[in-house]
């Protein structure tokens, strides 16, 4: 039996429950986050994704807009009704997180930062704990028991790619981490390909693999113009690509045994405008966890 | 438009066409090359695999039947209607190969063996050719143009995982390197999940996202007894196993846009046993071909 | 012309000076502790390593002895004269540290932590930045950017082994890093040929290697009794072949047009009982720096 | 005890015996293989390179000159005094080749050519077998027993580097390579810094270590104008640079235990014209030979 968890009262996580958690890489502005969070809302996305502190490789590129960002995000979840999974990279800064966002990110570069992983472990909110670009499965799951050691047993494990040689793809997509993870882990596993391949054109095709080869859902950068984007624009889906995608997606779910929530038909909000709102975020319910802690 | 060939009459590569190629990885006798190619033409494959000349690590190893190996292959394909794709290693060996099977594989270890690729490119049976473990996609065409600049047009590449930090797969299956392919080149894609993953419990959920990722076939190990294998046993699926996954390619493959020929029906021989005899094995047909020599 | 800094009046970095920092991997006892220090200065090492938070794998292995090993390094320190050189994997943690340590040490996992370095660059104290598994040579600059950007000049980069495929090393020491980073920066380059290979055999042909390659410096892990070390025992040098070792780099040294300062000389101490005292981790003198902040 | 065996009278490989075998990466013509021959064998190496069959990624490249390019480089020896090692890629060739050279050169794309491999193996002159870019050290063993099997027991291993993550050098030099082979074989071991790194600023620093962690040899190209190069001229140093690093050998052997043999003193040619002619591509003596066949 495959571990699950609830995030609010209607969305589950894990089991025969699949999960698109979609939106921008970095918030930008209030325009630009509500175009990609109405998008991707409209589309069917089960959660919205979005940075507002975010770790780049140089000190020169756009950190984020920090505590502002995680603003617009409860703006965004509000307006949409999807609960938001943003990153934080300070253990300072778990607390702050904490408030805004339905899960918590951990970031690759940060899949051995221990003590950021215990602070996590030590807040009641699901935990998306993302390898490492050179990290072994094994580390992976390592790195996962330092959250689930603190009491916080909602984890869900998440491939990005890990280091390869071939400048074709930003990173090589591990899809076979899927299967080998299902062997050694109950945790839900979801797949990253827009930082896995690092190309819009090679998105769709890796989600619906992910899918199929038995991933519990997806984590997908769309970007309501890519051109413009601060941050990994080349990456980001568009809108009506990303309809498609999760077109495709609801057609396979019943082959995989997987069930693609719609929350837009939940709340009756196709335009992305929700009726649900305030607990979107709320804590995790418990009734329905079966990690033990 | 994607190329396509065809193998005899009705066996087409490319285009909506997708091949399953499955058998044994060595042949290593009459009464288990005939169980694994029985059952697997009995599941519905649409090619058999097996090696006769086989490159092994130590030369301690088995190294294959050779001629013997080639001679059985012929009665196998023979006796099920399946066409042959089996590994030829040695310039010098290409004509003897050539007579026996029906498609002619190069390896990972020779995909840079040029001399071999120039031979293989002087004949006119279809050539596969396998991704070498650190090879680049772009070397990986770059081989395959050594064939195709001898005349030879029919080539299908074949994705079979590269090296990778993380022992918990023999290799990483690259299957990103599916939609990069298709926006460099023409040719058919296929993907060996057995050597990709090393693991016969990754196999299915690899081989059922090859296909959604848009590879055009596949190259599968199935043994009727994996445990008594002479090599890489754990790879290979059981005859009951790989019914299971042909069962789910079928349910997969309208979505896909793919067509899953299935010879058995064609030939009313779910027994394996086929009733078009002789020309499986048959060189190409060259109505349909639409690469340019 | 190489940035220098020092640390004390008389511990020179970069430029001709070669600095050998070495100890063991962590702090676990002062009998353990004080004998690994007492030989590695005798032997003629520059600095003392050793670690008082230990990022590890898993959290069941041995975490460290925190502020305990804090301690216990500035006794090794107070009675060898060797300024210590250890890790902070927190960034709450920075100020503790840095008043035990000569240098603070930013491990591989962490490379990319960026609030770690913000913190580690608004401190005094030099900072010695390792290279990430899976990190290029421009991550690791950038990363250095984020340091130096805050104002504190005083960084030494550390290559200490990448990800590879070949279980017969622990990691890929990449030696090739030195030249490569000596093209593109002015700071001092160390390696820790330890971690590089993960294996006591390999470790001084490594070192000999690194220095002949142009670095700076080495960092290398000694302990009194490898085979009762807590943490990577196996690629611990002993002091008899540490001091082999130290023989071996003072003979290559002037080839290298490096000086490699005994510090045992320096003090009239060999035995590892200094006479300088209370400045050996002073925070590094301003008057030699050439790193403009 | 370390294998050691003889080229000719005077050129010993193995034991405390260091080769450098210098020359272009490719024959391209007799003005410009002079020129390198002559310079390399002036500022003493002991052996001459260079590539009459070239094994190109593309079939558009320069696939080197064939029968031509070897009468050239029997011409080049017979001319300095110095052996030739050169390529040979196809199993159909090593006759030939081994006609006109001192020691036949199995490259990196054919370390798994097993039909190659047992074609070297079978004739007398001395094997030089170069490490797969994906190869574990095992592989590369395994392979040196395909050559070992047939008699020829005369093989010196060459490590040129493995396929990495960074860009910063064309391959990532595995200098651990050589105390872990050391570990496990008595064949002599040599480094090509040419390859390992691509880059001709690396190779001087790369070319010392690895003598100094323990190599026997080094493979290294020196053109007489890199800038016109057909092939890999930006890994290529000029003769003033070769000249340079032979010195810094000269320096170093010494202290590596290394004898580094300089054939102008002993043939009395410090411009390249050597007295000795006609025994330099002389098949091996097997009085020295303490590796059993």
Do not use: W
Request: charged share 20%.
């Amino acid at each position: 039996m495959r571990a699950t968890f609830s995030i609010g009262s209607d969305l589950h996580i894990g089991g025969d429950h699949f999960v698109v958690m979609a939106g921008p890489c970095a918030v930008e502005s209030r325009e630009l986050l509500f175009a990609a969070a109405d998008a991707v809302a409209k589309s069917g996305a089960t959660m919205l994704r979005g940075g507002a502190f975010k770790p780049r490789t140089s000190p020169m590129s756009f950190q984020g807009l920090g505590a502002e960002g995680l603003q617009l995000l409860a703006e965004a979840s509000h307006r949409t009704g999807l609960p938001v999974v943003t990153e934080v990279m300070d253990p300072r800064d778990v607390g702050l997180v904490a408030e805004s966002a339905g899960m918590l990110q951990v970031g690759s570069r940060n899949m051995q930062n221990f003590p950021l992983l215990r602070e996590v472990g030590r807040q009641p909110k699901p935990v998306l704990l993302k390898r490492g670009a050179a990290a072994t499965i094994d580390e992976l799951l390592h790195a996962a028991d330092y959250i689930l050691n603190e009491g916080n047993s909602n984890v869900v494990l998440c491939e990005r790619g890990v280091r390869g040689f071939d400048p074709s793809t930003r990173y090589v997509l591990d899809l076979a981490a899927i299967p080998v993870l299902r062997e050694r882990t109950q945790l839900p596993i979801i797949v990253d390909p827009s930082h896995g391949t690092g190309d819009a054109r090679y998105v769709p095709s890796m989600a619906a693999a992910a899918m199929v080869a038995g991933a519990d859902g997806l984590l997908i950068e769309v970007h309501a113009q890519p051109e413009l984007a601060k941050c990994d624009g080349q990456q980001a889906l568009t809108p009506a690509i990303f309809a498609n995608l999760m077109a495709k997606l609801r057609a396979l779910a019943p082959l995989c045994d997987k069930n693609l929530c719609d929350r837009s038909l939940l709340r009756g909000a196709p335009d992305g405008v929700a009726g649900r709102k305030g607990d979107a975020n709320r804590s995790n319910s418990v009734e329905d966890e079966v990690i033990a802690p």
